[in-house]
């Protein structure tokens, strides 16, 4: 089993990261291996809306994202880990959610999970925007953790977070005995004066 941890945190001290690295050491005691793919120093630019991915089969863009595809198609597992902006996900997050444009849907029976922490409001808006994303992408959710992200909160929120790594392992561990892929999505179409 594999799961990789995105941190789209910018900072070197991430609260966001330290609440997440309580799910991954539970996934490691499991015999999980995980990864952790942090945004901070990575060159991922903004998609360009070009289309050339759905003619080639790949994103045109040639930056950071290029290794990111390979490591969340060969993951079992995503767990999303971001601090709230403006009441809802950072814009760094933002970016590599719109550049999985180019491989969606991801499918392959996999599981994802959030871990959400902000200084004050705008939590369910940055779970709802992953939530989504991992419904176009046809990825079974597992759930999420958000938390304050003072001292005293984190440590409340460690017990949930090692929780939630018990939820995925044994979510993947269904998955992988699975002879189908239930949460395949087959096709996806959004309607609206956006899309002219």
Avoid: W
Wanted: glycine share 6%; aromatic share 8%; charged share 20%.
């Amino acid at each position: 089993m594999k799961i990789i941890l995105i941190s789209s945190s910018p900072r070197a001290k991430s609260r966001t990261l330290e609440l997440a690295t309580n799910t991954l050491e539970t996934l490691n005691k499991l015999g999980v291996q995980t990864e952790i793919y942090s945004v901070r120093g990575k060159d991922i630019k903004h998609c360009r809306a070009c289309n050339r991915c759905k003619v080639v089969g790949s994103c045109v863009i040639k930056d950071d994202m290029q290794e990111l595809y390979i490591k969340l198609k060969e993951a079992d597992g995503i767990i999303i880990a971001s601090p709230v902006y403006f009441y809802d996900i950072n814009s760094q997050l933002k970016t590599i959610i719109d550049r999985t444009y180019a491989i969606q849907p991801m499918n392959g029976n996999k599981v994802g999970a959030t871990i959400v922490t902000a200084g004050s409001i705008g939590h369910s808006g940055a779970i709802k925007t992953v939530e989504t994303f991992f419904t176009v992408h046809g990825i079974a959710n597992t759930g999420f953790i958000s938390a304050y992200a003072t001292k005293e909160e984190l440590v409340k929120a460690k017990e949930s977070a090692n929780n939630l790594g018990n939820k995925m392992f044994e979510a993947i561990k269904l998955l992988k005995d699975s002879k189908t892929e239930p949460f395949r999505m087959l096709n996806h179409y959004s309607y609206g004066t956006h899309t002219l």
